[in-house]
């Protein structure tokens, strides 16, 4: 089972989002910068979070994104989807061709651990994870190594 470097990245460009929506549109160089996620690759998931109304734009100076929504209405499991990635444990995409055009013998378990990280990740939203202590305390870092970039 993996979930690739776009659903990573989606879902850490969003909890920053949701750690600083309160100052304002948030720009992409900035989430860039503190999640060291290319400017170019940042831009890609947002207009898949922009189409599916996770993201909001604020243009013009000063502008960025905001959520889109409230953060507790914002699931982990609809921001991987809005960047187009599912999470699936099979072999075969979920096909049920797995051995040769024939169900596997372990089909039904991996399907089954499928639907388990789905609700998973559907039962945590955004303000779920910036709750957490070391997600506040990584946060904090990042904020104090961007504020020294700023000043030098």
Not at 79 to 85: F, G, K, R, S, T
Not at 107 to 125: P, T
Request: net charge neutral; with cysteine.
């Amino acid at each position: 089972m993996k979930l690739t470097t776009r659903g990573r990245y989606a879902v850490t460009a969003m909890l920053d989002l949701a750690l600083h929506h309160e100052q304002g549109p948030i720009s992409l160089a900035d989430i860039s910068s503190r999640q060291s996620i290319s400017l170019s690759y940042l831009e890609q998931l947002f207009a898949g979070l922009r189409k599916t109304g996770l993201v909001q734009s604020a243009r013009g100076p000063g502008g960025g994104y905001l959520p889109g929504k409230p953060i507790a209405d914002i699931s982990i499991a609809d921001v991987i989807q809005a960047v187009d990635e599912h999470v699936d444990a099979t072999r075969c995409g979920g096909q049920k061709n797995c051995q040769g055009e024939l169900r596997c013998l372990t089909h039904d378990l991996w399907e089954d651990l499928s639907s388990h990280i789905s609700k998973f990740l559907d039962g945590i939203s955004l303000a779920d994870l910036i709750q957490r202590q070391t997600v506040k305390q990584v946060s904090q870092r990042q904020d104090v190594i961007m504020i020294h970039m700023q000043v030098q």
